[in-house]
């Protein structure tokens, strides 16, 4: 698959935070970027390249997202709920899937969540809620919560650095697979 190309006028389209001179400072001397080229830019936030990643994609890529970074921390999480409505979202993403199943597995996750022993557990339980909701940055955002509680939780006293790290790898290796396909 060919790489989506974003010019300054696209990412205007998407109502940034940003004025259109820091966008165009942003894109230094190129025309276009890619969702690659975005992901990797040390000028960015990671929360404003999460948002980035989200606004580039259509609702069903962005359900999909959402579904695989829940899918990368479900594993965290005891209650099959969680795996349930991640395998319901990706069936509604294509079609297969009516908005009232999604709706019955959502609010288990959701049910998942609040019933968690832990906050590892909790955080995965959410994003699987987050999945099928598509909402794809507080599904990665909350798979990052989860891997750092998981971190947190093995003693790890970089845990939060680990969680923003493992958010950003996840999305650029989303990025990449959907560029390279």
Not at 67 to 82: M, W
Not at 84 to 92: E, G, L, M, Q, T
């Amino acid at each position: 698959m060919k790489p989506n190309y974003f010019g300054v006028d696209d990412v205007m389209k998407w109502k940034p935070c940003y004025s259109r001179k820091e966008v165009i400072g942003l894109f230094g001397r190129r025309c276009s970027v890619t969702l690659v080229d975005i992901l990797t830019s040390e000028k960015l936030s990671d929360a404003d390249a999460l948002w980035c990643a989200c606004k580039a994609r259509d609702d069903r890529q962005r359900r999909l997202f959402a579904c695989d970074c829940a899918e990368s921390v479900v594993h965290l999480t005891d209650d099959p709920r969680a795996a349930v409505c991640i395998a319901v979202a990706r069936r509604y993403a294509d079609g297969l899937a009516t908005g009232e199943e999604l709706c019955v597995v959502a609010a288990a996750a959701t049910n998942a969540s609040f019933a968690a022993s832990s906050a590892v557990s909790a955080y995965a339980a959410y994003a699987a809620a987050a999945a099928a909701d598509a909402a794809a940055a507080y599904a990665a955002a909350a798979a990052a919560y989860a891997a750092a509680a998981a971190a947190y939780a093995a003693s790890s006293a970089d845990a939060a650095d680990a969680g923003r790290e493992t958010q950003r790898n996840a999305l650029l290796m989303l990025a990449l697979a959907g560029e390279i396909q």
